[in-house]
Antibody, heavy 120, light 108 residues
Framework: EVQLVESGGGLVQPGGSLRLSCAASGFTFSSYSMNWVRQAPGKGLEWVSYITSNGNTIYYADSVKGRFTISRDNAKNSLYLQMNSLRAEDTALYYC?????????????WGQGTLVTVSS | EVVLTQSPATLSLSPGERATLSCRAS??????LAWYQQKPGQPPRLLIY???NRATDIPARFSGSGSGTDFTLTISSLEPEDSAVYYCQQRHNWPPVTFGPGTKVHIK
C-alpha cells in the first residue's frame, strides 16, 4: 500500500523559510516521479512542483519559481520542498503526490498534508 | 496555461439520482483529463484518468467521457458518501498541471 507522510509545516513569518519532507513507503520510491500540490484554506488545488525519479528533470509553478526547491533522496525514500522567501499567499496544506505507474501526473497516492502558515 | 472551468459550482441532488458534472478547457487537452473527489479533511482521491479510465477500486457508478475541450463526469446513481468536491485536472499542456475550481456535490 502506498504511504506518503508529510512533515515540516508550521507557522513562519513572511520572508522566512521552511523545509517540508515526505516519507514514502509501500512502493519502490526510486522508480516514481513525485509532485508537491497545495491547497489554500477553503480553496482549490494548485500544483507546485514535479521531480522525475532520478531528479534530473524538475518543474515549478510560476508562483513559486525562484523561491522553492524540490529535491529527493532515493536512499532515504524521501521527497523534500525547500521554501524560501515565503509569502502570505503560500499559506496552504502541502501534499506530496505520486502518479500511476506509467502516468506520473495522474495522482493516485497522496499524503495527508502538512500545513504551512505564513503570518506575522 | 490551460484554464479549466467547471459547472455547475454546486449540485444538490437526492440519493439515487444521476449527477452530471462538466469540465471545459480553454484549449484542447486531448484525453489528458482526470477527475478527483475530495471530502472534507481528506486528500483528493483519483477517480478517472485519461478522460474515461476508472482508477483502481472506484465504483462503476462513476464514469468519465469527452475529449478535446469538453468533458463530463457522471455519477449514475448517487450514494450518500458521494457528497464531496470534484475537481478536474489537465496534464496535456504542462507545466503547469492545472485544476478546475471544483464542483460541490450535496446529497439531499
Amino acid at each position: 500500500e502506498v504511504q506518503l507522510v508529510e512533515s515540516g509545516g508550521g507557522l513562519v513569518q513572511p520572508g522566512g523559510s521552511l523545509r517540508l519532507s515526505c516519507a514514502a513507503s509501500g512502493f519502490t520510491f526510486s522508480s516514481y516521479s513525485m509532485n508537491w500540490v497545495r491547497q489554500a484554506p477553503g480553496k482549490g488545488l494548485e500544483w507546485v512542483s514535479y521531480i522525475t525519479s532520478n531528479g534530473n528533470t524538475i518543474y515549478y509553478a510560476d508562483s513559486v519559481k525562484g523561491r522553492f526547491t524540490i529535491s529527493r533522496d532515493n536512499a532515504k525514500n524521501s521527497l523534500y520542498l525547500q521554501m524560501n522567501s515565503l509569502r502570505a499567499e503560500d499559506t496552504a496544506l502541502y501534499y506530496c503526490a505520486r502518479g500511476l505507474t506509467g502516468d506520473p501526473l495522474a495522482w493516485v497516492g497522496w499524503g495527508q498534508g502538512t500545513l504551512v502558515t505564513v503570518s506575522s | 496555461e490551460v484554464v479549466l472551468t467547471q459547472s455547475p459550482a454546486t449540485l444538490s441532488l437526492s440519493p439515487g439520482e444521476r449527477a452530471t458534472l462538466s469540465c471545459r478547457a480553454s484549449q484542447s487537452v486531448s484525453s489528458y483529463l482526470a477527475w478527483y473527489q475530495q471530502k472534507p479533511g481528506q486528500p483528493p482521491r483519483l477517480l478517472i484518468y485519461d478522460a474515461l479510465n476508472r482508477a483502481t477500486d472506484i465504483p462503476a457508478r462513476f464514469s468519465g467521457s469527452g475529449s478535446g475541450t469538453d468533458f463530463t463526469l457522471t455519477i449514475s446513481s448517487l450514494e450518500p458518501e458521494d457528497s464531496a468536491v470534484y475537481y478536474c485536472q489537465q496534464r496535456h499542456n504542462w507545466p503547469p498541471v492545472t485544476f478546475g475550481p471544483g464542483t460541490k456535490v450535496h446529497i439531499k
